[in-house]
């Protein structure tokens, strides 16, 4: 099974793209977990992308696109779970045409819809584990609030140390991905609206303004 997911940072979208992940055996693919990866690494193309995902651009497409096809080529087994890409109405089209090339279907497109300015408080807020970035953290949120060990807060999973992503801190970075989220010409909204209208997936769309299990029993519910 092979899905897109879209939301806009701050949605919850890598939280629910990893409970569908796991349920479904899926790759959870995020280009940006990926893009970290390859900084923290120090990799020449992290180092190409670093500048880009410090000031909240999207990393030019003849990085971005090869990088996560070249990923999804590489996933073998149940399918896989995309999130973070296509964040424009190009790589929405490249996408489609490598998966039209390759023979790989898409059969759900998950979008997570939330206010943009509910979006912005959210991610402020996040907080990322050390161990495991699909460990939900989160200051304003009693369900997946870190835990305090010796003063200090703590992934309240795993009890690994945490930290905040340079980019969610940055007003500026944070205006900047939204702006390209919610604009529907050649941005993200583009791309969802792409893919809604011109694939044959089913589109499954939540509120993302609900609770985290609420929304993913929306969407387990509807997978068939
Ligand atoms: P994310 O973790 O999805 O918020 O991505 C972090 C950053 O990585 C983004 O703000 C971009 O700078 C970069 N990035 C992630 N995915 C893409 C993409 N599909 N195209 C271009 N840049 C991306």
Redesign the pocket.
């Known amino acids: 099974m092979n899905i897109l997911a879209f939301g806009p940072?701050g949605s919850g979208k890598g939280t629910q793209g990893a409970i569908v992940a796991k349920k479904y055996g899926l790759d959870h693919i995020?280009?940006?977990?990926i893009?970290r990866e390859h900084i923290k690494g120090g990799t020449e193309l992290g180092k190409k992308?670093k500048e880009?995902?410090e000031r909240?651009?999207?990393?030019p497409d003849d990085i971005?696109i090869p990088m996560?096809l070249e990923t999804l080529g590489k996933s073998k087994g149940n399918g896989w779970i995309l999130d973070?890409?296509?964040?424009?109405l190009a790589?929405a089209e490249a996408l489609d045409k490598a998966l039209k090339e390759s023979g790989m279907p898409l059969d759900y497109v998950l979008e997570i819809v939330l206010d943009r300015n509910i979006a912005k408080e959210r991610i402020m807020g996040r907080r990322l584990c050390a161990n495991d970035p699909n460990h939900p953290n989160h200051i304003a949120f009693e369900a997946i609030k870190p835990v305090e060990k010796d003063g200090k807060l703590v992934c309240r999973v795993c009890g690994g140390e945490l930290s905040t992503r340079a980019?969610d801190q940055d007003e500026e970075a944070i205006n900047k991905?939204h702006d390209i989220y919610y604009d529907d010409k050649t941005g993200t909204m583009a791309a969802v609206n792409y893919f809604k209208n011109k694939s044959d997936a089913k589109v499954i769309s939540v509120d993302g303004s609900k609770g985290i299990q609420e929304i993913s029993e929306e969407i387990l519910s509807q997978i068939k």
Do not use: M
């Open positions: 940072n995020e280009s940006g977990a893009f992308a880009y995902i909240g651009d999207l990393v971005t996560v973070g890409f296509p964040r424009s790589q980019d991905r």
